[in-house]
Every structure is written in structure tokens, then in C-alpha cells.
């Protein structure tokens, strides 16, 4: 009887094959979140948007009650008048050497003063109107219409669902081989769907007590419309031999 013959491969000699990591967790952010405030005394009169519903850049997302800012604004600007024609009279005297320098220093210091009021004022009257700032949706609503809200408090939040990242804590030793661009796979567990994804930037330092550090990933191209800010995933990389 032949004796089978026996071929031994050396494991050198195989194809460098990736090696898949075990899922890391992560949680779906936008690229742009933002809590709307004011500093206004004022009544809320309008919020023309709740929550979930779109909006453009540049819509009015809430307006306040300013009719004594505004009448105050107007008479500021009839004060800022009345001392630019002071002011002009004293030119003119001067040069008639009718009247004293500092009398013409004291009416233009009048009418600028006047003009910085006015100008504080006409701030005060565009801030009476908030505009969005990007188009998005709201994400939560803080305040309610007819309320006086307190100054420097959210009322409410905005997001653009339609720019988004991902944040994920992987171990630091991953950094002799994670580098920008390396491909992952995401499987959000909100729709049940895998998604592909790439690094698109790693966190400046590492914490050297959980010796982990922070990346941010981003989503291929693609269909993601049911992927919400918020939503938390399993991501998987393909580690390479090398």
C-alpha cells in the first residue's frame, strides 16, 4: 500500500488575515446640538414649532413680547436726533468763534452717548426675535407660550439629525493599529441595522486611569434617514495582523 504523503504549512506563509475585535458600545451624536436661550425680561409670545417638527435656517423659532423695548428703542433714536442737531449747531457757532471748544466736545460726547443708547437699544429689539441658526428639528421644548422665562435658561433644544457622528471608548492600545479612515461597522440597536463606518478623528489624550481614549466615527454614505441622535450601537473593527 502507498503511505499518504503528509504537506505541513508553515503559519508564515498564509495571507496576513484581519482579526475581528469584539463589539465596542457607542452612542449616535449630531454634529450640530444646540439649547436655545435668552437674557430678555420678556413674555414668550410665540413657539412656532414642537417637538419632532422641521424647520429651516433662518425660521423664527421664538418670539417675545417687546413693545417697550421697542417704544423704548424709538425714543432713543429721537434722543440720538436731537443731540446730532446739537451738535451740529455747536459746529457752526465755532466757527463763528460764537462759542467755547469744550461746549462743542460736551454736545458731540451728548449725541454719541445718544448713539451708543440707541444702538444697545436695536440689539435689545432683534434679540426679541430668535432665528434658527442651521435648519433641523426640535429635539425638546423647554418653555411654553405666554411663560416669562428665566434668563440664560434652554428653551429649547435643536438638532440637525441629518449630520451625524458616532462616539466610542476603545482601549488605548488600539492606537498602535486604529489610525483616521479605518473602517468599522455599526449595528445600531434602535433599527437593527449594520452600517459602515469610518474613524474620522481620535481624542487628543488618553485617560490614564481606564487607559482608554475617546474616537469619533462617521457614516458611509448612504441611507441612514432612520438613524436618530441618541441611539446607541454595537461597533465592530477588523484588526490587521500587521
Not at 503528509?6 to 463589539?23: M, R
Not at 458600545?25 to 444646540?34: C, T
Not at 432665528?131 to 438638532?159: K, T
Not at 488605548?172 to 474613524?199: C, F, M
Request: glycine share 4%.
Amino acid at each position: 500500500m502507498r503511505a499518504a504523503t503528509v504537506i505541513v504549512l508553515s503559519l508564515a506563509a498564509l495571507p496576513a488575515l484581519a482579526q475581528p475585535e469584539a463589539p465596542i458600545r457607542g452612542v449616535v451624536r449630531a454634529v450640530r446640538d444646540a439649547s436655545v436661550a435668552t437674557d430678555l425680561n420678556a413674555r414668550i409670545l410665540t413657539l412656532p414649532f414642537r417637538e419632532g417638527t422641521s424647520f429651516n435656517a433662518g425660521d423664527t423659532l421664538v418670539t417675545f413680547d417687546c413693545d417697550r423695548t421697542e417704544a423704548e428703542s424709538r425714543a432713543a433714536e429721537a434722543e440720538t436726533t436731537v443731540n446730532r442737531i446739537a451738535f451740529d449747531n455747536a459746529q457752526a457757532l465755532d466757527r463763528r468763534h460764537a462759542i467755547g471748544r469744550i461746549e462743542v466736545q460736551a454736545a458731540k460726547a451728548r449725541w454719541e452717548k445718544a448713539r451708543a443708547s440707541a444702538e444697545a437699544l436695536r440689539v435689545r429689539v432683534r434679540d426679541c426675535r430668535i432665528v434658527a441658526p442651521f435648519a433641523g428639528r426640535v429635539a425638546e421644548m423647554r418653555a411654553r407660550e405666554y411663560e416669562m422665562p428665566v434668563a440664560g435658561q434652554p428653551l429649547l433644544r435643536i438638532v440637525d439629525a441629518t449630520a451625524l457622528e458616532i462616539d466610542l471608548i476603545v482601549p488605548s492600545a488600539w492606537l498602535a493599529w486604529l489610525r483616521a479612515a479605518a473602517p468599522l461597522n455599526v449595528k445600531v440597536d434602535e433599527t437593527g441595522k449594520t452600517y459602515p463606518a469610518k474613524v474620522i478623528r481620535t481624542a487628543a489624550a488618553v485617560d490614564p486611569v481606564s487607559q482608554t481614549i475617546r474616537i469619533t466615527a462617521a457614516f458611509a454614505p448612504g441611507d441612514t434617514s432612520a438613524v436618530l441622535p441618541g441611539m446607541s450601537l454595537d461597533a465592530t473593527f477588523d484588526r490587521p495582523t500587521h
